[in-house]
């Protein structure tokens, strides 16, 4: 492999591929975008610079289509693009080379599975940012023909776009994000169900904490359907197991077993405590401080330029306040490391640092 | 009952023992403070100007201890204090009752549950404020023995507090708080209980989603231990419900039934939707706005800056940005009729706004 960055073809001008298109051509890649929604790729190409694709010949195809779509369009890319690496980014992996596994030797050799460990709070190319996988872990699964240097090309544009090249075999890949993902995703949803037949003097009352755990269940369901059903193996085990345990939690209330009730919060606790920093790339702890701001115009504002001037970044920012108000308590994540210096720095400025 | 404001007594000296304290002095009552805890009883003193009790006779007690005891200190309340009004600010009010249920009519009269929907992010004196209940609704239930005026003075020392007293029966009460808070909590921890067993690669690459699904599951064991138990029939009939849903979810998973999927996550985007602002007073349109910071130092702080002069109140912030760099997408709830004024007053100040 020389040193020269690969063409590259991104077929699909959503939040990650136009992310990727635009990572790639600041990386100095030539980069190609391809998406069949016309005014989607306008603007993909706009913010990316990346050039409409028009049939040219390319070195490496980043594949990042609604999931449903993938295994076709790999199968076409590996088609026209006689030479290409061929990956993708889709949240599942099994199920798309199960819809693969037809292919030769060859075509099998160019394929190399991937998957961006990155928010998508927002969807679309407006939302798409060059440094949206900076630091992020980003998985690679490569299959038995897989040919090496496929997959050094392929981390190769990961560590371009500034993210952490993942090494996983497929299964272990797709049993992980069951866990950590797919299962949350229904977890929360079916949560979130409860409330449709809710009153409106029940919903009036809920406060930050059901916000929270139900929040992702926001998600678009379309795209989460598909992504289930292409893990619906491994995500079904896990409900199946979380539903036992639900009865069980049940029958233990209904009993009065106050020391299996017990057992579960403790057992949930540790299980939160096992959550690394934000964006999930190497575990690193955290550390939460939490600030009472007194009730006068700015100070939130004053708080961060605090924060920032003492030079510690902040990992999240919680903040309780009152409706309509903003006074009350805030909560900054930072890392472990970063506690003492944001403390000193805070009560420097007048804050009340409440623990 | 005359303008006079009732001498007031707050026995619980945590957060919101202290916080009521410390509303009730600055709204002009004459409070006492008592906790067995010494240091916390000092600290609450100290911070809310509530003297410390030593025997004195009042009009009013707040019975602010953890929820297993305050059914005991009711009744001894009742009985040291001849003629004040008792409420208290547990969370379950059906089982509170019950275990009272052999008082006298005088005693049932002066009886008046309350239950402050406020956010408990931090426990403790030291987290206590004088508005924290400020806005937020206030829950009280009275029994068929208990007097109007008992109703009254209970009514008026949430007004006081700030905070919107709401009318429920003691049952519908425990139905919501079932429903709002103690179902998500069991929720939340048997989800976040799947990561014990985890192995450090798969924790390794949880994000935000899961985060905040399970953020609730650090709740203290014993405190939710108490709550649950003590709305033991309520929650029991949701988790149950919530079980066979699970279930179903798995067979339909395991069948490829993919429309039962896309049901199931509709019906979750449903009834997230019908959550209110922020710490639930009256439902109010909330609405989010992204905007996308550049990698500058400060961009954060002059955000806040921004909406603060454009007079615009921050329901939530959530940042969604790489680990250890202050840059990426900020999400900002506002109320809904703040939305266009915060969007120009960004758009202004130059920074980007995703959608």
Same mark, same amino acid.
């Given at each position: 492999?020389? #040193?020269?960055?690969?063409? =590259?073809?991104?077929? @699909?001008?959503?939040? $990650? ?5 635009? !990572?790639?051509?600041? +990386? ?25 694709? +028009? ?8 594949? /990042? =289509? ?23 980014? /889709? ?20 394929? *190399?599975?991937? %998957?961006?460990?990155? !928010?998508?709070? *927002? ?17 690679? =699964? ?39 993902? %797919? ?8 949560? +979130? ?7 409106? %003097? ?13 929040? $992702? ?21 896990? $409900? ?7 009865? #069980? ?20 606790? *540790? ?8 964006? @999930? ?16 115009? !700015? ?5 961060? +330029? ?14 309780? %306040? ?32 409440? #623990?």
């Amino acid at each position: 492999m020389s #040193n020269k960055k690969p063409t =590259t073809l991104v077929i @699909g001008a959503g939040l $990650i591929g136009t992310s990727i298109a635009m !990572g790639l051509v600041k +990386a100095g890649y030539d980069v190609f975008i391809d998406d069949s929604d016309v005014s989607a790729n306008d603007l993909a190409s706009a913010r990316s610079q990346a050039k409409k694709f +028009a049939g040219q010949i390319v070195d490496l195809v980043v594949v /990042a =289509t609604p999931p449903s779509a993938v295994a076709q369009v790999i199968r076409e890319a590996l088609n026209t693009q006689p030479t290409a690496v061929v990956t993708d980014v /889709a949240s599942v992996k099994g199920s798309i080379l199960t819809a693969l596994k037809d292919l030769d030797q060859e075509q099998l050799s160019r394929i *190399v599975g991937g %998957h961006p460990m990155a !928010g998508r709070e *927002v969807s679309g190319a407006a939302g798409a940012q060059n440094n949206l996988f900076v630091d992020r872990s980003w998985v690679v =699964t490569k299959l038995a023909q897989t040919s090496p240097s496929a997959v050094d090309l392929v981390q190769q544009m990961i560590s371009d776009l500034g993210a952490v090249p993942v090494d996983r075999d497929v299964d272990a890949h797709d049993q992980t994000v069951a866990l950590i993902s %797919h299962t949350p995703q229904i977890i929360a949803s079916v949560l +979130a169900g409860e409330l449709v037949d809710a009153k409106d %003097h029940e919903v009036e009352l809920a406060g930050q904490g059901l916000r929270d755990t139900i929040r $992702i269940a926001s998600s678009d369901a379309k795209l989460w359907s598909d992504i289930l059903s292409g893990n619906a193996k491994h995500v079904a085990s896990r $409900i199946s197991s979380i539903a036992t345990q639900l009865t #069980n939690v049940a029958k233990a209330l209904e009993s009065g077993d106050q020391n299996s009730i017990s057992e579960m919060l403790k057992r949930g606790s *540790v299980g939160r405590d096992r959550l690394p920093g934000k964006h @999930g790339t190497a575990a690193k702890l955290d550390s939460q401080i939490v600030v009472r701001l007194e009730d006068k115009p !700015g100070e939130l504002a004053r708080l961060f +330029a605090a924060a920032a001037a003492a030079n510690v970044n902040l990992e999240d920012v919680r903040i309780d %306040h009152s409706l309509g108000r903003m006074t009350g308590l805030v909560e900054l994540t930072v890392a472990q490391d970063k506690r003492e210096v944001l403390i000193t720095a805070l009560s420097s400025a007048d804050f009340v640092v409440v #623990n």
